[in-house]
């Protein structure tokens, strides 16, 4: 065996360039530490006073990417101020509060500080015995979550990077309970084609849900609506009927609560007398709408979601932490278990139920509860409930301004979200959205609902004020 050369093994801790600039050391790292700290702060409050929609030459962007070819090493001094410019001029600006968007919130800053812990600890959330603590942090948020939304005390539950995984783990958990061979033999376990129920105003990750889960996306079943964006139980029922006839295999019903377009409820608690008196599991998408569990007053919206199998509320939207942030509630620990279990000789633990490994999608984890455990712990449903409250106040302001000015309602949604008609004359949905938007004065969407043709307007910053409601009446009505 040859010896090793004494260049293999350094004997002191002096760093090549390019590896210090991997693990800086202490001094340097607290210099670019209070940098961003500064730097981050301003940039926030000049986005707050210009354009919420990029202002970057894409092309003039491309060209200095071409100069990264990540041959010679540039120092952080220059990358740093590089990387925050990219954002303050190239993103859709979710902290400005006129971006009325697509859920997407301005993050809360307790969830922003829960960013910088988990990334200077870095858990590997994958096993309890790894990171005791913070498995045990996230499974108490969990609990206060199911236990608010009036799930029994046994629900339990995971987070998830978002909606969509969320909601692929409530398939998952309904094709493992209908069929004790799905397991081993997928789709083929069935007598027939396994199909789920969505209204057709739900949100259509279902039919990648679908197309992952090795069911095909003709297994969704998008049920018709009732005219005003809900899901109508009796088209489901017929929908049900007519798939068991043709030898179909239902598994489960699939509400939303709270629909990405307009905010629109499905009747929950009808929804799960039809999948309880048909045997089906019963997921109730709370993605957005879930935050409404937080308010006092207004919880009551979401009456029927207590009867779930399983529901999907995402943090990362209503709840305002950092993307990504979903979360998993059921209230059967054991199909969980039994569709995510797996043993392997290296991990350090192996307890049903408890490592996030075998009860979930994901293996190697991040620590995301943190955000939601921190706004919360600061907050308080109180806090939280204000939040909500406080957007569906500001929507109801821009509702009645400009049905003043002759505009539509198309939803008559009890949410914090607008779909609204322009009146005769003031030229297509489209152009209009997109003189706004150009405009960078504020953000808003074009969507479809009902068929018709909406702008869709949605209070998604916990600052946001009554000033941003008049300036974007302003610009919508220019
Ligand atoms: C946003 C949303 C989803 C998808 O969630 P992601 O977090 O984007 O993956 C699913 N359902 C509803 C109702 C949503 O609003």
Redesign the pocket.
Known sequence: MPALRATALPQHRQQSAPASALFPAREDRERWDNFLTRELSSANERIAGSAVTPTLDLGDLRSELAGFDFATPRPLDELLPWAIAQMEHGVVHMTHPRYFG??NPAPSFPAQCADRIAAAFNPQLASSRTSPAAVEIEAHVIRSVARRAGLPPEATGHFT???????YTALICALTRSNARFAAQGARAFGGAPVFYVSRE??L?WLKIAHQAGVGRSAVRLVATDGSGRMDPNALSDALAADRAQGCVPVMIAA?????NAGMIDPLAACAQIARGAELWYHV?????GALIASKRLRGILAGIELADSV?I?A??WFATT??C?MFITRHASVLSSAFQVSVSFMPSNVPGVDPYVTTLQWSRRFLGLRLFLSLAAAGWAGYGDHVERSIALIALLKEKLAARGWRIANDSSLGVLCVEPPPGFGAVRSIVGRVVASGRAWVAAATFEGRETIRICVTHGETGPGDIDELVNALCQ
């Open positions: 697509l859920f990077t978002g909606g969509s995984e969320a909601n739900s949100h990750a939303t609560a709270g629909t990405s998408d709370a993605a957005w709408g999907t995402d990362h939207k993307m990504g979903g």
